[in-house]
């Protein structure tokens, strides 16, 4: 009884539905709404040579006042700590500037992605393109969140990158988050 109503508030709420358009453009997907359709992007995450077993996707969805982002990666290396050197998880998550995830020096891969993205030219931790830490659960990471700080259209042909420490939110320019372990690309 309740899930009838429910679903009939929203659809009265909606004013009617909408699942298709011929205005659409690539990237949109059709989805319950006024006339509008809302955009998503996706980046498929890959490990480098420090971490190469790392996959997976995160995905940009537009909703009102800003943008739903959620992951989920698998392969990510277990939580270390060591004296004297940062620890190995949770992992810092951001967007970077540029959409290249050229390997470049195995050692110290991704730099082509350059930096954090910041669009507004804040200091770090209030960097559009800082992201909650990823937890690993044997290797596993699954999270959604919202931001207002940006639209899809924003971060297309921009990347991810998933680094081997916790970002600290203070250290400038970028956390101390330390190596890239995995890129993908906006698109």
Not at 14 to 28: A, C, F, T, Y
Not at 159 to 175: K, L
Request: charged share 20%; glycine share 12%.
């Amino acid at each position: 009884m309740y899930e009838i109503i429910i679903y009939f508030a929203l659809f009265r709420g909606l004013g009617g539905i909408k699942v298709s358009s011929k205005n659409e453009k690539p990237g949109q997907i059709p989805h319950f709404s006024r006339g509008r359709t809302e955009r998503t992007a996706v980046a498929r995450m890959r490990g480098g040579p420090l971490a190469p077993a790392i996959r997976g996707t995160v995905t940009f969805r537009d909703v009102p006042a800003g943008t739903e982002v959620s992951v989920e990666v698998i392969g990510l290396p277990p939580f270390s700590r060591v004296p004297g050197q940062p620890p190995i998880g949770p992992h810092g998550f951001h967007i970077h500037e540029f959409g290249n995830c050229r390997v470049g020096n195995p050692e110290d891969p991704f730099l082509a992605a350059g930096e954090h993205w910041n669009p507004d030219n804040q200091p770090h931790g209030n960097h559009a393109g800082d992201f909650p830490v990823l937890f690993s659960n044997r290797g596993l990471a699954r999270m959604t969140f919202f931001t207002s700080r940006f639209k899809v259209a924003d971060i297309i042909e921009r990347s991810v990158i998933i680094h081997e420490s916790p970002d600290d939110y203070r250290t400038q320019p970028a956390g101390a988050s330390g190596r890239r372990l995995a890129c993908g690309v906006i698109i």
